[in-house]
């Protein structure tokens, strides 16, 4: 039997005997929700008064916010084709694609968003290249792992826990969101991710805009509460691909749930990125736009190709 089918079956196992363990896990109580602070120096007026925001999209699941002088990147992934990534218990992906830009040629950096650890959003030329006061927002298992890479502006946020961040007179927040990396049993196995909402202006209750994350995650019941506690989301970004690792297990959305995500988000745009970068990603993003297709979503979904850059405005009042 091949090796990859004994580390499936094995995975598989131990993955059957925590689903239990993850489901009593998923019914405890929620912990107080915490408030973090982040100050960072005052930037060019001018560009805090810009009234348009970009997203650049530039492979994987890396792409830069610039808005209201935040200039923001998320999942940063620079690795190049052929290159490889490690995804844990021995395995790898290769790179299909090259990044936009280069990692060098990247603008003054604000703040990173990391939804989880894993290589292909994180990857070992970042670990290398980024500067060790990078402020980065994340969850707490990924906090840990950037703490001993020597990172020492680490934002390791829980569930629905926010970070509040300055930058002369913008103002943004930052709110941690329920996300899963696989099916219950599965997920135990990967890495903990978190998705992530961006509420822009001096009113974080009532934004200049909405920004939603998704990280890779596919659609579960905790996904619900996210329009609940976040109704009118402006932009989405969402991660795809239909990730399988060992070939079988699926670990991120495909082209059906990414139609469902946007079912129950109902942003009023959204950008599927995460689909075509590493050869484990198993559903392109054909797949998606038929599905958007035939349920009549096409207005309301934007398609960046690596380099472009999606332009929007704030709300009005």
Known sequence: MPVSRLLGSAVLSVALSCTFATAAFAQAPADTVD????????GDPAAAG?????????????VIIRYQGFTILTDPNFLHKGDHVHLGYGLTSQRRTDPAIA????????????????????????????????PIVTNKEAGE????????????????????????EARLRITATPG????????????????SVLDFGANPDTPDYRMYISGDTLVYDDIRTIPQRFPGIDLALLHLGGTRILGVFKVTMDGKD???????IRPKKAIPIHYNDYDVFKSPLADFAREVKAAGLEEGVVYLAHGETYAFTPRKP
Do not use: C
Request: hydrophobic fraction near 40%.
């Open 145 to 168: 792992a950037l703490k001993k890479m020597g990172f020492t502006q680490r934002f390791a946020l829980s569930e629905w826990d926010r970070l509040e961040v300055s930058k002369g």
């Open 103 to 134: 990692f060098e040629q990247l603008p003054p950096i604000d703040l990173v968003i990391l939804s989880h650890m894993h290589g292909d959003h994180f990857d070992q030329l970042v670990q290398e290249k980024l500067p060790r006061n990078t």
């Open 258 to 264: 990414g139609v469902e995500m946007l079912q129950i």
């Open 180 to 195: 899963r990396h696989g099916a219950a049993g599965v997920s135990i196995l990967l890495p903990k991710v978190t998705g």
């Open 50 to 62: 810009v009234e348009n925001g970009t997203v650049q999209f530039i492979g994987t699941a890396t």
């Open 35 to 42: 408030t973090f602070t982040l100050k960072l120096p005052a």
